[in-house]
T-cell receptor, first 113, second 117 residues
Framework: SQQGEEDPQALSIQEGENATMNCSYK?????LQWYRQNSGRGLVHLIL?????REKHSGRLRVTLDTSKKSSSLLITASRAADTASYFC?????????????FGQGTRLTINP | DTEVTQTPKHLVMGMTNKKSLKCEQH?????MYWYKQKAKKPPELMFV???????INESVPSRFSPECPNSSLLNLHLHALQPEDSALYLC????????????????FGPGTRLTVL
């Protein structure tokens, strides 16, 4: 079964607005990662947040992690057309052992010019 | 060199063909992965190699046969595939050996788009 569920499944906003995507998971984790995938291409790693961290920033990206609620969010500020992509959270469930990522269903983000 | 390369980019094959997908990384990574991704779905793990040894096989049908000839190269041999095997096949690598602790960042190749007729 899928560890991560993402919300919303699809999001369409205007360029310059902020985009927020959420990820919920079921079991305890070592860390949580976010990846971006442009249409039909490989995945690009965005951020890794460890289970003892609550927030991380990278450029226009902000990721939060709430282990008590088993949820994470990815915020993209001042969105650009180039941010149009699918975004996946990926967890590393402790119960399943190390170095095995389980991906959520993804959020398809469209930035309208 | 900080990328994972995959060849070919596209592959069309019949159900009786034998073909191979190739993946290379020159980052000195110790773990390499094959994923299968159907349209509008997340990647699904197929195989994990660590130090050129198979560490995980996610109950993948035997018509998919992985091979890791050296630490930089990963192949996926395909034989007698079915139309439902059509998908994007992604290769990835990560720095540490499998099982050495919490998950590393994985570096993905661009994928091979496979169509089985």
């Amino acid at each position: 079964s899928q560890q991560g569920e993402e919300d919303p499944q699809a999001l369409s906003i205007q360029e310059g607005e902020n985009a927020t995507m959420n990820c919920s998971y079921k079991t305890s984790i070592n860390n949580l990662q976010w990846y971006r995938q442009n249409s039909g291409r490989g995945l690009v790693h965005l951020i890794l947040i460890r289970s003892n961290e609550r927030e991380k920033h990278s450029g226009r990206l902000r990721v939060t992690l709430d282990t008590s609620k088993k949820s994470s969010s990815l915020l993209i500020t001042a969105s650009r057309a180039a941010d149009t992509a699918s975004y996946f959270c990926a967890t590393d469930p402790i119960i399943q052992g190390a170095q095995k990522l389980v991906f959520g269903q993804g959020t398809r983000l469209t930035i309208n010019p | 060199d900080t990328e994972v390369t995959q060849t070919p980019k596209h592959l069309v094959m019949g159900m009786t063909n034998k073909k191979s997908l190739k993946c290379e990384q020159h980052m000195g990574h110790r773990a390499m992965y094959w994923y299968k991704q159907k349209a509008k779905k997340p990647p699904e793990l197929m195989f994990v190699y660590s130090y050129e040894k198979l560490s995980i096989n996610e109950s993948v049908p035997s018509r998919f046969s992985p091979e890791c000839p050296n630490s930089s190269l990963l192949n996926l041999h395909l034989h007698a595939l079915q139309p439902e095997d059509s998908a994007l096949y992604l290769c990835a690598s990560s720095p540490r050996r499998y099982g050495s602790g919490a998950t590393d960042t994985q570096y993905f190749g661009p994928g091979t788009r496979l169509t089985v007729l």
